[in-house]
């Protein structure tokens, strides 16, 4: 299997966290990968962050992760909150 395969659900899940907007701010998203201590990069639990919000602003996440999460909630609540948007289109 290549490096660059994704299976099927991976790439329709990236389709709609890449057409999501981003969390804080509806902008443009680039895609945030979460990690936590011991976990690898991984497609499945992505956010769409703006690069303001993700890598480039005062208030980016990359900048300070501790205040960012204290500011606008825990990574894991705001991917529950894409998650379930997911879920719900994938019903209709």
Not at 17 to 29: D, F, I, K, M
Not at 59 to 77: C, I, K, R, V
Request: proline share 5%; aromatic share 10%; hydrophobic share 35%.
């Amino acid at each position: 299997m290549s490096a660059k395969y994704k299976p099927i659900h991976i790439k329709r899940w990236l389709a709609f966290v890449s057409s999501y907007g981003c969390l804080l701010c509806a902008r443009p998203n680039n895609i945030h990968h979460i990690k936590d201590r011991a976990m690898r990069r991984n497609d499945l639990f992505v956010l769409p962050l703006c690069r303001e919000h993700h890598q480039d602003g005062p208030d980016a996440y990359h900048t300070n992760p501790t205040s960012w999460e204290a500011l606008h909630g825990s990574q894991w609540s705001l991917y529950a909150r894409v998650l379930e948007d997911y879920l719900r289109s994938m019903r209709r």
